[in-house]
């Protein structure tokens, strides 16, 4: 089965703090894809990065990076310098090579930024 | 343009009424879905379409009646809801994952529902 688990269920930091968000999965499957998603408090999920099991290669996106390590089961999510609108509810997500697109999603972190 | 829209923002239903939720996408996209979020919890799969038709329901009670009229639209339609049905219902859409590959999935803003 497969399965994703954020650990952090809320995480508060001032302002350009960093801060980093853990996932970790669960899955028998060797061909999967990891997913980022970020939900403010307007509701609306927004996409934020999809890697594939075959892609250790970290990534690099103005504030955020995401370090992808298969050894340990973990796809975890940096904000650097965090700002007031990181403000949200961010969601690790894994899906599988099934051609069926069923994301399983982890249960979420609240990441607070105050000024 | 990665925009899903979806229609009404809120709404507010009796027990017995009908509604129906609407959600369009225009990036080309061939599978969409409907994911129901209640507070503090991550989305629940609803149903999936694929090329206009149903791949996945997820063991949906059926006062919920999904319908993709065309690649665009899709529809959610509601009969006789409970209170418990109160949730945000998303939707989504994504390049088409028959080919075995997981695509990212953009979403919609939601609807806001509240049966009473």
């Known amino acids: 089965a497969q399965k994703v688990t954020q650990a952090q269920t809320e995480i508060s930091v001032v302002e350009k703090e960093d801060v980093t968000l853990d996932c970790v999965y669960e899955?028998?499957?060797?061909?999967?894809?990891l997913f980022w998603y970020k939900q403010p408090p307007s509701g609306e999920l927004v996409f934020l990065i999809r890697r594939n099991s075959f892609d250790e290669q970290n990534e690099i996106s103005g504030r955020y990076s995401w370090n992808f390590q298969k050894s340990t089961s973990s796809f975890n999510f940096t904000i650097t310098a965090s700002q007031v609108v990181d403000s949200a509810v961010y969601f690790c997500a894994l899906a599988m090579n099934t051609g069926f697109q069923k994301l399983v999603f982890g249960t979420g972190t609240r990441l607070l930024v105050s000024p | 343009d990665t925009e899903v829209t979806q229609t009404p923002k809120h709404l507010v239903m009796g027990m017995t009424n009908k509604k129906s939720l609407k959600c369009e996408q225009h990036m080309g996209h061939r599978a969409m879905y409907w994911y129901k979020q209640k507070a503090k919890k991550p989305p629940e799969l609803m149903f999936v379409?694929?090329?206009?038709?149903?791949?996945i329901n997820e063991s949906v009670p059926s006062r919920f009646s999904p319908e993709c009229p065309n690649s665009s639209l899709l529809n959610l339609h509601l009969h006789a809801l409970q209170p418990e049905d109160s949730a945000l219902y998303l939707c989504a859409s994504s390049q088409d994952p028959s080919g075995g590959a997981s695509y990212e999935q953009y979403f919609g803003p939601g609807t806001r529902l509240t049966v009473t």
């Open positions: 899955t028998r499957d060797t061909t999967y894809y």
């Open positions: 379409y694929s090329y206009e038709k149903l791949s």
